[in-house]
């Protein structure tokens, strides 16, 4: 049995979220104990885009638990990691480039930094 093509999204926003928030989380951080004039605009930006990340992570979370789907990473190397999709009793491995899951989550920091200004 595949893995449904409507829970694809889902099983990768928990993959690429919880990167997007630790960097963001960091970033926030950074700007707290920085040495800006003006720290509050950027604070605010960060902290809608850490919002709008808790609140999408959320909705994965609970679809995947409401169709008894799980999230596991297995092997890293140097070139790829795995993540192992579990559905209804089954696993599905699945590997991706790290320098595709760098890219990825760089263009969801800027989308949710984008979001986040308007």
Known sequence: MLIPQEALPHFE???Y?????TILTKDQQTFEKGNFKL?????????HAINAVQTEMKESSDYLRQNKM???R??????FTT??????GREEQRRYLNVRLKNRTEEL?????????H
């Not at 979220?17 to 928030?21: A, D, G, R, T």
């Not at 993540?83 to 209804?88: E, Q």
């Open 13 to 15: 926003n928990m993959i």
């Open 17 to 21: 979220l919880p990167m997007v928030l």
């Open 39 to 47: 720290q509050t605009p950027y604070i605010k930006l960060i902290n």
């Open 70 to 72: 799980k999230l596991l």
């Open 74 to 79: 297995g092997t890293m190397g140097d070139m």
């Open 83 to 88: 993540y192992i999709f579990l559905y209804h």
């Open 109 to 117: 920091m800027e989308l949710y930094l984008n979001s986040a200004s």
